[in-house]
């Protein structure tokens, strides 16, 4: 009897699996031809100040140049380049900090986007917080926590060698 239960549940397990498959399989859509475009910059993130590479593709047209906007270096102009679409640009130096789209514009109105983290170490900027240096200067918590700690240690000290002396005069 145990085996045929167990071969119901096994045979319901695979039935309930298989539906599920079928499902997925008539809903997913396939990707059509025409929708492979991206860009890339490297290096990402990027000091302002310094040149980053641009790489793209407009699906099958990478034979034409395309444009690329950001407000991060403005627009860059990509050229066929061993089957992709390349180009370089500066960003410039005074740049702010920040997250920029990268958008690239293809001639048949195919589009793709990237985002552009710029970094300007130049700027000053606010530093971490790690907390409220109480030990850095001056008598603050952390003065207090070693004063104690060594009063604790004291005490210890001092309640051992009491233990250690009333047990010696208790042996004879």
């Known amino acids: 009897m145990r085996g045929l239960v167990s071969h119901r549940a096994l045979s319901a397990m695979l039935t309930v699996l298989g539906l599920v498959g079928a499902f997925v399989l008539m809903t997913v859509t396939p ?3 025409g929708e492979n475009a991206f860009v890339e910059v490297t290096p ?3 000091q302002a100040g310094t040149r980053v590479s641009i790489r793209a593709s407009c699906d099958s047209n990478n034979n034409r140049q395309a444009q690329v906007n950001s407000d991060a270096f403005g627009r860059v102009m990509l050229r066929p380049d061993n089957g992709f679409l390349t ?4 960003i410039p130096g005074n740049k702010q900090a920040g997250d920029f789209p990268v958008d690239l514009r293809c001639d048949s109105n195919i589009t793709a986007s990237t985002v552009l983290t710029v970094l ?5 900027s606010k530093g971490p917080a790690t907390g409220g240096g109480g030990t850095a200067s001056g008598r603050g ?3 207090l926590l070693l004063v104690g700690g060594l009063a ?3 005490v210890a000290a001092g309640f051992g060698a009491f233990g250690n002396r009333r047990r ?4 004879y």
């Open 168 to 171: 010696a005069g208790s042996r």
């Open 87 to 90: 180009g370089a640009v500066t």
């Open 31 to 33: 990707a059509r031809a």
């Open 141 to 143: 918590a952390g003065s």
């Open 44 to 46: 990402n993130p990027a």
């Open 120 to 124: 300007n170490m130049a700027q000053p």
């Open 152 to 154: 604790a240690v004291a």
